[in-house]
């Protein structure tokens, strides 16, 4: 046994002595610094982990150069946004110095408006800050967001699409409007002549003197010799493009009808517009008059 090769090798290397597996974690524990872990990844958060393990000290000035970066952009911000970003210390939401330099970089990208937005939206939804693993990558992704048009996902603050409809259909409507027959409504008023009172105003000539003009005419009398009555007391606007219309009933009379046909009677009320016509003959008319005043 002494003569063979594994007896000699045996001698030669002597085997090293057997070493726990607990007493190596010990040994790693003390020769390498334990750098604690936060849920957060603000450098503050990082920085204030744990009050009885020190990192590093390259680590800890990486902290805090990156804590001075933040501070330096959020100066670069407007006043009110600093001022809602203490404001959210104040009130508990996030500590001081706890967003981080790219958070507070893409809320700086942001416009004043879409600021504005970002943080109504945090104040809106407060819980969701408070609880956020990372409140510098929540800031993050509503900025991202703000950017992108879709930060009101949920509808806060948005605009309504049904509220006209549903404040149309709210609002008491007019109940429609019956006319009498226009034999019905001569036989009960007769043909005798009514008072009519027509506004004026919008007619250059005439506006200028006076607002209401009064008509003595008969119920039989058309819409446009109502308005041939205007011309001959001196309007300015031409008969065709004269407009009278029933401000009660919101409706233009039309020329061929007479006054019996609308039930006017002594005491209503008529107003003259003008009738305004588009397309491109209206556009060259337009052109040619502001080429010749520049002139």
């Not at 939206?121 to 409140?135: A, D, T």
């Not at 990558?137 to 930060?151: D, T």
Request: charged content about 25%; hydrophobic content about 40%; some cysteine.
């Amino acid at each position: 046994l002494k003569s063979s090769s594994s007896f000699r090798s045996a001698l030669a290397c002597p085997r090293s002595p057997r070493i726990s597996t607990g007493h190596l974690q010990t040994q790693a524990m003390t020769a390498v610094p334990v750098i604690a872990r936060s849920r957060s990844r603000s450098p503050c958060s990082m920085a204030l982990a744990g009050a009885d393990v020190v990192p590093p000290a390259s680590i800890a000035d990486t902290l805090l150069d990156r804590m001075q970066l933040a501070k330096d952009i959020e100066a670069l911000l407007p006043q009110p946004t600093r001022e809602r970003i203490h404001r959210l210390v104040k009130e508990g939401c996030i500590r001081e110095n706890e967003f981080d330099a790219q958070a507070l970089a893409a809320l700086r990208d942001l416009g004043y408006e879409l600021q504005e937005q970002v943080f109504q939206h945090i104040e809106c939804e407060r819980i969701f800050l408070v609880n956020s693993r990372s409140k510098s990558g929540y800031l993050f992704s509503l900025c991202e967001k703000a950017r992108q048009g879709a930060l009101d996902v949920r509808g806060l603050g948005a605009v309504d699409p049904w509220r006209p409809m549903l404040l149309s259909l709210a609002t008491p409507r007019r109940p429609p409007l019956v006319l009498v027959s226009e034999n019905q409504w001569l036989e009960q008023h007769g043909d005798a002549p009514v008072e009519l009172l027509v506004d004026v105003g919008a007619d250059m000539a005439l506006g200028s003197h006076t607002v209401e003009l009064r008509l003595s005419l008969g119920l039989h009398r058309t819409v446009a010799e109502v308005k041939a009555r205007l011309a001959t007391i001196g309007a300015s606007t031409p008969r065709k493009l004269m407009r009278l219309v029933e401000p009660v009933a919101n409706m233009y009379l039309r020329d061929d009808r007479s006054l019996a046909y609308y039930n006017l009677r002594t005491g209503s009320v008529l107003m003259l517009t003008l009738r305004s016509r588009a397309g491109a003959a209206v556009r060259r008319k337009r052109l040619a008059a502001e080429m010749a005043s520049g002139d």
